[in-house]
Each structure stands twice: as structure tokens, then as C-alpha cells.
């Protein structure tokens, strides 16, 4: 078990570009989030899959965020045309479901995204 | 939705106990969870209470009364490395967690 994984950890971009992150959760674990983190502030809930399914996204996710869990194992988080507000750490966390021992969330290292 | 309001600082002594209290309105309720944060680090989970009461895990414990909407988090004998902030975070009925603000401690020689 090597733990929640993300990538990259770093990304720096212009303004208007893409980028995409990439997060590969503990595996077993069916439920996977996305959270976004601005300094000094607590993470914000962005989406959560279970499974391949996306079961909520948050409305700070505009039209710009999509995010995908293609075969209910790694996910990616991309943000097209970006701009400066974007700047953030994008954390990414999975669990097992409520009731099959897992009741605990664990994070990722986060993949910090500076747009100039 | 949530509200969970946890203060922003607290400063203590090395050796010393700190205890951070965390208030929470909720739509649902399926526990409460603490996390420890290092500038620049991802959060780092701590403790876990979906019942009533303490729970002890070392040198940290945690506590829930779910009536009081209450919890608090307690680091004892405080080492340098405690330094960091502090995040209640509550889930609901649909598994999300939903964070307050973080509490910066600082632990001082």
C-alpha cells in the first residue's frame, strides 16, 4: 500500500492554458475526492466518484473543471483555459466505503497549480 | 450544508497541553474527523469519533458530544514538531468532508 499518489506535484502555467492532474488512490478504495486548498483557508469538496461513477461536484467546479475515473481506479482532475484564481493545491483522497471498516480519508500530497 | 468554526491561532509551550475546540452545524452527521497540516503538506490523518466521548491515540485525543455539536482535540506534552495546523473536518450523510479554516499552533522552546 503506497498510499494516495498524485501527479505532478507541481505545475506551473500560463493563463489560458490546460492542465491535467492525475491521482492514483489507495487501492481497493472505491471512493475518490477531489478538494481544492487556498492558503490559509481549509480544502473545498470539488467532486467525489465512487467507483467510476461521479456522484457530486461541487458548484465552485465550473464548466472549465471536468474530471474523470474512467475504470473506477485512477481519476484526473483538468482544468481547461485557466486562469490566475486557479492558483491552488489540488488534494485528492479516497476511502473504502462506510460500514466495510473504512471509515477514514486519506490524502494525497496534493499537486500545487500556479497560473501566471 | 456545514458550518464548522475552529479558532484561527493558539501558541503554547513546549511540554505544555493545548486543546482545540471545534463547533459544527450539519445537515447530517457521520463523524468527525481531525487532520494535522504542515505548511506546504497535504493533510495528515489524526483521529476519528462518530460516537460520544474520547478517544485516545498517544500523545493526542479527541473528543465528540454530537447534542453540543462539539468536539475538541487535544495534544499533550507539546513537541516543536506539533507546530501546524489543525483541521476539523465534519462528514455527512454523503460521505463528503466538509473543513473548517485549520487552527494554527505554534509550539514555542
Known amino acids: 500500500d503506497t498510499g494516495v499518489s498524485q501527479n505532478p506535484r507541481h505545475k506551473i502555467t500560463k493563463r489560458g492554458q490546460n492542465v491535467t492532474f492525475r491521482c492514483d488512490p489507495i487501492s481497493e478504495h472505491n471512493r475518490l475526492y477531489w478538494y481544492r486548498q487556498t492558503l490559509g483557508q481549509g480544502p473545498e469538496f470539488l467532486t467525489y466518484?465512487?467507483?467510476?461513477?461521479?456522484?457530486?461536484k461541487s458548484r465552485l467546479l465550473s464548466d472549465r473543471f471536468s474530471a474523470e475515473r474512467p475504470k473506477g481506479s485512477f481519476s484526473t482532475l483538468e482544468i481547461q483555459r485557466t486562469e490566475q484564481g486557479d492558483s491552488a493545491m489540488y488534494l485528492c483522497a479516497s476511502s473504502t466505503p462506510q460500514g466495510a471498516g473504512g471509515n477514514t480519508i486519506y490524502f494525497g500530497e496534493g499537486s500545487w497549480l500556479t497560473v501566471v | 450544508g456545514q458550518n464548522i468554526d475552529q479558532p484561527t491561532e493558539m501558541t503554547a509551550t513546549e511540554g505544555a497541553i493545548v486543546q482545540i475546540n471545534c463547533t459544527y452545524q450539519t445537515s447530517g452527521f457521520n463523524g468527525l474527523f481531525w487532520y494535522q497540516q504542515h505548511a506546504g503538506e497535504a493533510p495528515t490523518f489524526l483521529s476519528y469519533n462518530v460516537l460520544d466521548g474520547l478517544e485516545e491515540k498517544g500523545r493526542f485525543s479527541s473528543f465528540l458530544s454530537r447534542s453540543k455539536g462539539y468536539s475538541y482535540l487535544l495534544l499533550k506534552e507539546l513537541q516543536m514538531k506539533d507546530s501546524a495546523s489543525y483541521l476539523c473536518a465534519v462528514r455527512g450523510n454523503d460521505y463528503k468532508l466538509s473543513f473548517g479554516a485549520g487552527t494554527t499552533v505554534t509550539v514555542r522552546a
Open positions: 466518484f465512487q467507483n467510476e461513477a461521479q456522484l457530486e
